[in-house]
């Protein structure tokens, strides 16, 4: 499975998706540069985390003018995996790929530390390789991770099962105290209607190797790779 | 303003100025003058420190690059290398305190790339005056955000720091920054001597007005003045610093460039003579040729200019346009504003006309140096002399422990830390909290990488020499703790006024008693950086504060230590003689209001026998959790490896000798508390006796309480969870 990871100025989680891909799952992976004009050949898209052009404007919101993101976005509309961490997510939203927008953290700080969260849904390319309904933990780091949505969004996204992850405690409670920047229903994580792009604030490709403290990251790329081998897109 | 003398009003004594006129055989010209001035301030031409920096240890077997770099470099095998430096940004953070830190990240993290290394990780040491007041809090906060906003959109992980917080730097806040890069030592980029003709290319981004005789800013004291100097801070912009680093990594790489020199104090003026006086060379540039942010600049402003995120890249023969290329893929400007030439003279056009003319080693070698007149202060016999035995040994332990588990320096940092990304690079395998450094994984190999910082500066305060020796012994034993063998320092000497002879006694004797411990613990110092005239409006200089910044390695990453207890049953041993002294303690000054006495003694050659018993028990997988004893002595080091543990602990202190409260909270050096299997027990005995180090089992992981027992009388009984809301939410409280 041919992964392309998204490099655009001021992207700094490349390297660390590259790292998980090509060394922890054992996957072929390239970068693909902002100014690419094509993303064929690709099984899978990764939108890495960082601050695309300094998040200058607003986050995400220059980026999705850059030239590979019309491709990107083809690419989707064709039901080609997409993932979109952190900035990634932000991007996928400046770009209509997913709906809501993203606001500062209710805290006003940059927030970065592991939480908890819900699988709300096993049913997606990058849900499949976990329980219904696990807990699992992830780290976030981030300043603007505040989800939004209008009620109309929201009641669409619930009717439609596209919520993936939401913040919660050990128990899997989702409570105001477990939510880290007061998102929408402590979301952190959605799918679009067709369920082959995925936004999520937390990091999964910080928690691929026991070494950093746990696996429940690259459960998230082993799902892609799952789906793609039983032949789902 | 002294319109008769402007040389004073840009920080140089009639003297100095004299010996300029006399150098230049004329009077310089304002451009020139203002040139002298930046290269000559204490902050470029280390004229007070330099006497002093000569003591230290700088070579060893592992070291690739001493002092007089951009920063160190020490091997750690396998064909890598660490480079690394701490520096301060203390003035401008006191001014503007987002911007001032922001900036002073920046500053290091371009000296560590510089030299063709990829940044890896970010510490900082941050000394703030008490949070009970709205200004403290309000440096602390907007300094916390700035470090964090600038590193975390570089992606560089702040893994490890420390923050203090004390009256003496109310109105002078440290902010000291430090910076770890890794690189192959077949890609080191030094700094050569630019060929004859070979063009000056001015990279990054525009020449502002900012900053603009920042250096000679940070060079005296602070006044109620200062905040006129606001236009001397930098503005710090960190996506232009993302794409500067990877565009001159790419340049490495490629081994285009024959030098590097990025523009830190000092500006154009600094780099161009850094990059021109190797080798003897001299250089043109035309100040037209800048890419300017601003109309109408003139030559002083562009020379003096401490605008950030620029290098000067002096490229290898017939580069110039792959150079170019590579920075126009990142959306870069590189201008070519100039050559090297063979007359040894910085010659500063503005398009025909010639601005300024210097020799250039006039600016880098002939700043004056002064032996500063040295002597004891009154204080220093005084605060010794206190009589600790007038104090009270009796107390209620169980509160004492309380509170010192909410003083903010000894407390949990999580509310600083929580801010910046300490784990981007998917390296930090011992993250901020955890231990007593973190630790680093090198990606491709077994190894592992632990850094920290480290400085008591009551203890500097009461006894200088004493007081650095311990720093580099405390942040030593905390790499040990994890399993890291400690291989280099680079430090960052913050002091008062050096012109005033008490100040330079301390500078003098924490220097001398920080050479020593690197001596004996062969940890040469290979980088740092000197700030001086940190004084108060009252003119009273800060606590001394050089703090330590130090490196080390783990051959074996899966083997790092952390501080937490691990299982009920395991058994805690106190590795180390035990010491008893409250001299200097912050029991002493918390519960009795007192900052003085003799503090416990240390002896470097013990602390080397307990790093060496360190390393080998954490090599052979013999350490649950190691954490040092230091500020809050025994008592608290045992509460935070409960809490970071979640688990508690049941311990007897009787076989100790010495007085109650000194056991509990004395912070004699060189120890360290250790959890190991039961089964473990007997082995780590015979080590330690091998090893020459005490060591004695004090009790064992069990419940969820901490208790402390004397000769069947508790001292201490706490819920470890209590103790944890104390000590995880003072800060938060303190802030919100």
């Known amino acids: ?233 | 303003m002294n319109a008769g003398k402007p040389w004073q009003e840009m920080g140089l004594t009639d003297d100095e100025y004299r010996q300029i006129v006399e150098i230049m055989g004329r009077e310089p010209n304002r451009v020139e003058l203002g040139m002298f001035a930046v290269m000559w301030s204490e902050h470029c031409g280390y004229k007070s420190s330099r006497p002093l920096l000569k003591y230290f240890p700088t070579s060893g077997p592992r070291v690739l690059q001493g002092p007089g770099e951009n920063a160190g470099i020490v091997d750690i095998g396998d064909g890598q290398a660490l480079v690394f430096k701490i520096e301060s940004h203390n003035h401008p953070s006191a001014i503007e305190p987002y911007q001032g830190a922001a900036t002073g990240v920046g500053g290091i993290v371009r000296d560590i790339f510089t030299m063709g290394a990829r940044p890896i990780a970010l510490l900082n040491s941050l000394r703030f005056g008490p949070l009970d007041d709205d200004w403290n809090r309000y440096l602390f906060s907007k300094v916390v955000a700035g470090i964090g906003d600038y590193g975390n959109c570089l992606g560089i992980p702040t893994v490890a720091g420390e923050v203090y917080f004390h009256p003496s730097y109310k109105d002078n806040p440290l902010v000291n920054a430090m910076c770890v890069g890794l690189v192959a030592t077949d890609e080191i980029a030094r700094a050569v001597a630019g060929e004859v003709g070979r063009p000056l290319l001015l990279v990054g981004a525009r020449t502002g007005r900012d900053g603009i005789h920042g250096a000679t800013f940070a060079s005296e004291e602070l006044s109620a003045e200062s905040e006129t100097r606001r236009p001397a801070v930098q503005v710090g912009d960190p996506f232009m610093e993302k794409l500067l680093l990877e565009a001159c990594l790419e340049l490495i790489k490629e081994d285009l460039a024959a030098g590097m020199q990025d523009l830190g104090a000092a500006g154009l003026t600094s780099s161009v003579a850094e990059s021109a006086s190797r080798g003897g060379r001299g250089a043109v540039i035309d100040v037209l040729k800048v890419p300017r942010r601003e109309a109408g600049m003139t030559p002083y402003e562009v020379m003096l200019s401490e605008s950030q995120e620029r290098m000067l890249v002096v490229p290898r023969e017939g580069a110039v346009k792959r150079i170019q290329e590579i920075f126009e893929k990142w959306g870069l400007e590189a201008a070519v504003i100039g050559h090297i030439t063979d007359d040894g003279i910085l010659r500063v056009m503005e398009g025909e006309e010639i601005a300024g003319e210097v020799p250039v080693k006039a600016l880098t070698d002939l700043c004056p140096v002064y032996h500063r007149e040295s002597s004891q202060p009154d204080y220093i016999a005084e605060k010794k002399n206190f009589d600790l035995s007038s104090i009270a040994e009796a107390g209620d332990y169980n509160r004492i422990l309380r509170e010192l588990l909410g003083i903010h320096s000894l407390s949990s940092k999580e509310w600083v830390y929580r801010q910046y990304d300490y784990q981007v690079q998917t390296n930090t395998v011992l993250v901020p909290g955890d231990a007593d450094a973190a630790v680093l994984r090198i990606k491709g190999t077994t190894k592992g990488v632990a850094v920290t910082v480290d400085c008591n500066s009551r203890y500097c305060y009461l006894d200088p020499y004493q007081g650095g020796m311990m720093a580099v012994c405390e942040a030593a034993r905390n790499l040990a703790c994890t399993g890291a063998r400690p291989l280099a320092v680079t430090n960052c000497l913050n002091f008062g006024n050096p012109e005033k002879p008490g100040v330079y006694w301390q500078m003098e004797q924490a220097i001398k008693g920080m050479a020593e411990a690197a001596r004996v613990l062969n940890t040469p110092i290979v980088s740092g950086n000197v700030s001086l005239y940190n004084e108060t409006r009252g003119g009273e200089a800060v606590l001394p504060t050089p703090v330590v910044g130090m490196v080390g390695l783990l051959p074996d990453v899966t083997r790092r230590v952390d501080m937490a207890l691990k299982n009920e049953g395991d058994v805690l041993i106190l590795l180390g003689e035990n010491r008893d002294g409250i001299g200097g303690s912050e029991y002493l000054a918390l519960v009795h209001g007192v900052e003085a006495g003799t503090l416990p003694e240390i002896d470097p050659a013990q602390e080397s026998r307990l790093i060496e018993l360190l390393l080998t028990l954490a090599e052979r997988g013999k350490l649950k959790s190691c954490h040092d004893i230091s500020e809050g002595g025994l008592a608290f080091c045992l509460a935070e490896s409960c809490i970071t543990g979640g688990i508690g602990a049941v311990v007897d202190i009787t076989g100790l000798r010495g007085r109650l409260d000194g056991l509990l909270f004395g912070e004699g050096p060189s120890r360290a508390v250790a959890s190991v299997s039961r089964s473990d027990v007997d082995t780590v005995l015979e080590m330690a006796e091998k090893g020459q180090v005490p060591a004695v089992v004090i009790g064992r992981v069990e419940g969820k309480r901490l208790r402390l027992v004397y000769g069947g009388r508790t001292l201490i009984d706490q819920d470890v969870n209590e103790l944890s809301a104390i000590w995880r939410g003072a800060i938060t409280w303190a802030m919100s």
């Open chain 1, 1 to 233: 499975m041919r992964f392309g990871i998204v490099v655009f100025p001021g992207s700094n989680c490349d390297a660390d998706c590259y790292h998980v891909i090509d060394q922890v799952l054992g996957q072929p992976v390239e970068y693909i540069w902002h100014q690419e004009k094509s993303v064929r050949g690709f099984d899978a898209l990764i939108i890495p985390g960082g601050f695309s052009y300094g998040d200058y404007l607003r986050t995400g919101a220059i980026a999705r003018f850059s030239p590979v993101m019309q491709e990107v976005i083809e690419f989707a509309h064709r039901g080609g995996l997409v993932i979109g961490i952190c900035n990634g997510f932000q991007i996928l939203l400046e770009a209509g790929l997913l709906p809501g927008a993203m606001l500062r953290n209710d805290s006003l700080q940059f927030r970065c530390g592991p939480v908890n969260l819900r699988v709300k849904t096993r049913d997606s390319a990058f849900t499949r390789c976990f329980e219904p309904d696990e807990v699992i933990t992830l780290p976030i780091a981030h300043g603007e991770g505040n989800y939004y949505c209008d009620d109309e969004t929201l009641k669409e996204l619930i009717e439609f099962d596209q919520i993936a992850l939401t913040y919660c405690d050990e128990r899997g409670e989702e409570t105001p105290l477990s939510n880290p920047n007061g998102s929408t229903a402590n979301i952190a994580g959605i799918l679009n209607r067709g369920r082959n792009v995925l936004g999520m604030m937390p990091h999964p490709e910080r928690m691929a190797e026991k070494l950093l403290g746990g696996e429940d990251g690259l459960r998230v790329f082993a799902s892609m790779l799952r789906c793609f081998e039983e032949g789902c897109s």
